[in-house]
């Protein structure tokens, strides 16, 4: 049985900003009452034990206090319903053995096996059910999972040869997060979101202007955020836009985001475009491994809805448009901002303080100072050209 007052609570809110905590295994409550003392907005506590949630039901009366009486994975499903995104959450991860703590049930009772060790199970629904990559899990018994190390409180050794579970950790969670074995009482593993300061791999740069904050470049910025969550890139990509008051031509914005970048390479996006759902999974083991000059991808370019350009770039192509059989334009040119570019190289040269064609003589200069390039040879870039919408060109 854990003892989650081993742990300080009020840290990982002020750490990591965690605002919810949620429990599953509420038992008789202490480890409840140790959280209702700390920060949190608010509280959910899991209990499959009727029994046991109708005397914490009884006791813990407090408006931000939510208890669930259900099977573990049911009540995450319900207590994540209920937990918006920006919120990050810490979960003290503690059910196993329906009741048998208390003496409502027996370790060795013939229950299903996902109601008496819930944990991967759990731990699957939460993240898939979670956008946010940066919630803290507490996982107690860690003995259970990992029986051999030296724990303070060592069950006897028939006890874990019985009720040994095999839970891969790393694979689960080491894309997102830091894991820590505590070898305290009974043993848990806590995972904290990677550092932030870790090195920012690629920053994506989005100029946007004010008529367009709250439509298009909203949106580009929701898909890209949802991308980088669900991918786990948290901590690689970098995001980075920039509006203003109709003060600043798109070159000096350009400029300013170039200066802004921190990534060891940037992109720039612009917030009438998209890009493909595998673009940072395309792109990132690219720069990782092979750490090219330039990563480029073909770029498909609708204009006004009608015309079809595929687009393929290198610093060795000249321009040169041809039209296939189904009217389809074949485009080749020298490599775009658009393109994935080592920061060091793109941050050499300033882009004209211009509103339109700012970016021509930028490609020429940062072209000639390519060594190596990548192509993805797929579309990973789409540019919607409407002459109605387009404020620049
Ligand atoms: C170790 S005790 C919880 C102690 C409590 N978390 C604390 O810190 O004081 C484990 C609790 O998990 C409950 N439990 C076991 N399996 C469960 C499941 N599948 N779903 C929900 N609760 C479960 C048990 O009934 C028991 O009350």
């Known amino acids: 049985m854990g003892e989650l007052n081993l742990h300080d609570l009020n840290k990982y809110i002020s750490d990591y900003g965690c605002n919810v905590f949620v429990e599953t295994g509420t038992g008789t409550g202490t480890g409840l009452t140790y959280a209702i003392g700390a920060n949190f907005k608010k509280v959910f506590s899991i209990e499959i034990n009727t029994i046991l949630y109708n005397n914490c039901r009884e006791r813990f009366t407090q408006g931000n206090v939510k208890l669930i009486n259900a099977k573990s994975v049911d009540g995450l499903k319900q207590a994540c319903a209920n ?12 059910a196993h053995f329906p009741g048998a703590d208390f003496g409502h049930g027996g ?28 919630d803290v899990f507490i996982v107690d018994d860690l003995q259970i999972y990992e029986p051999d190390a030296n724990y303070e409180l060592k069950a006897k050794t028939e006890f874990l040869s019985k009720h040994k579970q095999k839970i891969n950790f790393e694979e689960l969670f080491s894309k997102t997060h830091d894991i820590t074995r505590d070898y305290r009482h009974q043993g848990f593993i806590i995972m904290t979101p990677k550092s932030a300061t870790e090195k920012t791999e690629l920053s994506i740069l989005i100029p946007s202007t004010p008529r367009r904050a709250d439509s298009l470049c909203k949106n580009l910025i929701g898909y890209l955020t949802r991308m980088i969550e669900s991918g786990g890139h948290a901590n690689a990509v970098q995001l980075l836009w920039l509006g203003d008051n109709y003060t600043m031509s798109i070159g000096k914005k350009r400029n300013l985001l170039l200066s802004m970048a921190e990534g060891e390479y940037l992109a720039f996006i612009d917030d009438d ?25 073909k770029c498909v370019t609708m204009v ?46 300033k882009f004209p303080e211009k509103n339109w064609q700012e970016d021509m003589d930028w490609v020429k200069l940062a072209n000639a100072d390519i060594g190596t390039e990548i192509e993805i040879p797929k579309p990973l870039y789409f540019y919607r050209m ?4 387009s404020e620049t060109r």
């Not at 937990?83 to 503690?94: E, G, K, M, S």
């Not at 008496?116 to 990559?133: C, G, H, T, V």
């Not at 595929?310 to 389809?328: A, H, L």
């Open 83 to 94: 937990i918006i995104p920006a919120d990050t959450c810490l979960f003290w991860l503690d």
């Open 107 to 134: 370790y060795d009772d013939n229950i299903p096996h996902d109601d008496k060790y819930p944990l991967e199970s759990e731990i699957r629904l939460i993240l898939d059910a979670r956008s946010n990559k940066r």
């Open 273 to 297: 475009d998209s890009v493909a759902e595998t673009y940072f999974d395309d792109v990132l083991p690219i720069i990782r491994q092979q750490k090219p000059d330039v990563v480029t991808y």
């Open 304 to 349: 006004d809805g009608g015309r079809k350009t595929i687009s393929s770039y290198s610093k060795n192509y000249e321009y040169r448009e041809t039209t296939d059989g189904n009217g389809v334009v074949q485009w080749t040119g020298k490599v775009a901002h658009t393109m994935v570019w080592r920061s060091e190289i793109a941050k050499r040269h």
């Open 386 to 389: 409407y002459h109605k919408v």
